[in-house]
């Protein structure tokens, strides 16, 4: 989960504390596995989907990096792909702890090739 209208982690390190660990593990078994990863940024509903698409691609570069930096194979691995507030979870569009979980990245394993 990411603060509203940044890339940077949600600020309670209760939450984000893990965040590097996970993301260290994800990248590490994708590699072993040598597997194929979409990335996808989201965001809650607020701000133009303009606005948004390009939020959400920001986040999702930025994880595509972190793992690129854990597994330098993901690089070419890894596709990085922004879905704006189109898929949100909650959708109340308060920015706050209550669509926390719209300002997310998701993983999914793709065909390679």
């Given at each position: 989960m990411f603060n509203p209208?940044?890339?940077n982690f949600w600020s309670d390190p209760q939450?984000?504390?893990p965040y590097g660990f996970w993301l260290r593990q994800i990248a590490r078994q994708a590699a072993v596995?040598?597997?194929c990863m979409n990335v996808m940024g989201h965001t809650s509903l607020t701000g133009s989907q303009a606005y948004s698409d390009r939020l959400s691609l920001h986040r999702a570069v930025y994880i595509k990096n972190r793992l690129a930096t854990e597994a330098l194979e993901l690089a070419s691995r890894t596709k990085a792909a922004g879905m704006g507030f189109r898929e949100n979870l909650v959708g109340t569009g308060t920015d706050d702890a209550r669509d926390a979980l719209d300002r997310r990245v998701e993983f999914k394993i793709i065909e390679c090739g």
């Open positions: 209208g940044t890339t939450v984000s504390g596995a040598k597997v």
